[in-house]
Nanobody
């Protein structure tokens, strides 16, 4: 069992930045592909980014390329989502997720086995 705890959400003005963190329990963190997803009110959950266990492969959703970066620190069992140039449409609850097997594709939420409780990100215009 893996427990995931997100932090770092909050209220930010458009054009601002936030860094989300997701701390994982367990001793096999480096073997999990980690993903970030988000869900806005009335919308489906969508993929934001993912990173392989070694950190060597990353995925960023097209609409967020150039603004969001995913990274991980396996020694700290933590994955990060650096968000910059935030827009009001980025407002959502952001979730961290862990996949035991390599997700195919990375963007599919059904490929992930464990989920955090989410952290709210609100971008004001």
């Amino acid at each position: 069992q893996v427990q995931l705890v997100e932090s770092g959400g909050g209220l930010v003005q458009a054009g601002g930045s936030l860094r989300l963190s997701c701390a994982a329990s367990g001793r096999t963190f480096s073997s999990y592909t980690m993903g970030w997803f988000r869900q806005a009110p009335g919308k489906e959950r969508e993929s934001v980014a993912a990173i392989a266990g070694s950190g060597g492969i990353t995925y960023i959703a097209n609409s967020m390329k150039g603004r969001f970066t995913i990274s991980r620190d396996n020694a700290k069992s933590t994955v990060y989502l650096q968000m910059s140039n935030l827009k009001p449409e980025d407002t959502a609850v952001y979730y961290c997720a862990a996949a035991i097997r390599t997700p195919r594709p990375y963007a599919s939420p059904t490929e992930y086995d464990y989920w955090g409780q989410g952290t709210q990100v609100t971008v004001s215009s």
